[in-house]
């Protein structure tokens, strides 16, 4: 794909979305570092459940430590490995709590070194909490790059390098947003809705698929 194409897209993304974020809840930097955490292999729609729940009663490192890891397991035991989530969320908020000054660190070293953040949690965190143009790249985003030649890469290591080279840099911030929610809702995996993909005509998909039949 070549890079005029790329800009088109990433102005027709902003143009339909101009101000993206993610669609985990939260009011903190440390309530977005812990949704992130629960996320892993679960729905975003299933974590905000859980901590609509939570954060009223625990939402900083101290108090959350305080509930235990019994006491977490209450509250997020409808998310998926519920029980793993909750030692690394305890332990975490232990580390924030005596390395940090209870507040989440703004580099990528100190995020990683958390329990459960990996290098997509700490690219979230980066740029939806710091306001980094960093590239969280996930399976809908991996998808999506692949499919529509945007940054084809044979894993999700070499999608994020290839993405952080061609996006144009004023949409470099918001380009993970709207990769994910375009992979979410229409670059499906099973079925792509090409049909109402506002990209379709720049797309370098092979197999598009048409317009559904009426009363299909």
Not at 54 to 69: D, F, K, M, R
Not at 90 to 95: G, P, Q
Not at 152 to 162: L, R, Y
């Amino acid at each position: 794909m070549n890079a005029e194409k790329r800009l088109e897209i990433f102005r027709r993304f902003h143009q339909a979305n101009p101000h993206p974020t993610t669609e985990l809840e939260y009011t903190t930097p440390f309530e977005l570092l812990i949704a992130v955490i629960l996320s892993a292999q679960a729905t975003d729609v299933s974590v905000n459940k859980a901590t609509r729940r939570l954060y009223p009663v625990a939402n900083t490192p101290a108090a959350l430590h305080a509930l235990g890891t019994e006491g977490l397991e209450e509250y997020i035991r409808t998310i998926g490995l519920y029980r793993t989530k909750a030692k690394n969320v305890i332990e975490t908020c232990r580390i924030l709590l005596e390395q940090h000054g209870g507040e989440v660190p703004r580099s990528r070293e100190a995020l990683q070194a958390l329990p459960g953040v990996g290098r997509k949690t700490a690219n979230v965190v980066l740029n939806t909490a710091f306001g980094e143009p960093t590239i969280a790249v996930d399976t809908h985003i991996f998808r999506v790059s692949n499919r529509t030649g945007i940054a084809p890469g044979k894993d999700v290591d070499a999608v994020e390098q290839k993405l952080l080279k061609v996006v144009p840099h004023e949409f470099r911030h918001d380009a993970h947003h709207w990769l994910i929610l375009h992979g979410r809702y229409t670059c499906i995996a099973r079925k792509p809705q090409c049909w109402n993909c506002l990209i379709n005509d720049l797309c370098e998909y092979r197999e598009k698929t048409p317009l559904p039949e009426k009363g299909v």
